[in-house]
């Protein structure tokens, strides 16, 4: 049925800066890196952007080979963007990416200019799209040098196929470097996404000190590890969707007893807060100012409802941050 979008999405939602740039990003952003391909239901996945959009999510990230098949996500979003968001598309803030493989051959894959600008054609084609918001290098690659990375991605911007320029997963001393060869071709670097959550304190370790010197944003990716500090490991009768997708990224390994008893105790703490652990964990990843938005994932407008409403408690005491130390641990 035709959608006619919530008038007053913008209500409760909650907006932080971006680094020092022009835009403001939800304080929660999804991602359509699992759930929105060939290989999904797509009315579940529609049902559940156009949910994210109705409570003011206006950031969705993806990338070349978000799916399964690769691509078939950016298909996907193209189809709810012509069919439901034709009218928003200026409230949306869209990101893809290029990194990881995507096609066979020695130019299907890294940060090379030949890479980068024609994965980007590609999806802009699959998306329906005449420029994305954010385009990222999606991960560090050291067989490329970095002026070539940062030419190609001034390029794309220069020719208005991408507004702003990302990163991810670049260490503190790369993304200096990223940053400043980008000044040096006039383009601001606007935003990075490390992983973060309880469970993976990485960025807390330097990066998010460089970001915050250099005015950079910063998108958490996973802050819920993947569905990890979340309550659905914690009754013995879940179902290990993501530990047996395959793709190797949920590592059973990930459901230790050393984690699974941090996670109880951490499920405690948030149901004293009248939270669910998602939420706790969300707004956890969000109590520094630094950090602009929590990127996460869901499977159903059910998880996403869930993960949003961490935005009704975000502030944490002494008290708490100090019992979470205790268990938040890599
Ligand atoms: P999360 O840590 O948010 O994990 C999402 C998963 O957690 C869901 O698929 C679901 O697992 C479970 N879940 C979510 N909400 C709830 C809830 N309320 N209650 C119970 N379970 C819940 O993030 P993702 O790992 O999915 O990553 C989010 C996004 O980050 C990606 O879509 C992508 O855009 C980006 N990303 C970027 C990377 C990069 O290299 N730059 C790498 C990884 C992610 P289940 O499906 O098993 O039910």
Known sequence: ETYAANPERYQDAQFRRCGKSGIQLPLISLGLWQNFGGADVFETGRATLRRAFDRGVTHFDLANNYGPPYGSAEE????????????HRDELIISSKAGWDMWPGPYGIGASKKYLVSSLDQSLKRMGLEYVDIFYTHRPDFDTPMEETASALAQIVRQGKALYIGISSYS??????????????????????????????????????????????????????QGLLTNKY????????????GDGSFSEKLLSEKNLTNVRALNEIATKRGQSLAQMAIAWALRDERVTTALIGARNVQQLD?????????????????????YAVD
């Open 234 to 245: 914690l009754n013995p009768g879940a179902d290990k969707t993501r530990v047996n997708s």
């Open 306 to 326: 869930d993960s949003l409403d961490a935005l009704k408690n975000l502030a944490f005491t002494k008290d708490e941050l100090t019992e979470i130390d205790k």
């Open 172 to 225: 503190p001393d790369r993304t200096r470097i990223m940053h400043d060869l980008l000044a040096a071709e006039g383009v601001k670097l606007f935003i990075h996404q490390p992983s973060y959550s309880m469970l993976n304190r990485f960025l807390e370790q330097g990066l998010l000190d460089t970001l915050g010197e250099l005015g950079v944003g910063c998108i958490a990716f996973s802050p819920l590890a």
């Open 76 to 87: 996907n979003f193209g189809k709810v963007l012509r069919t439901d968001f034709a009218s």
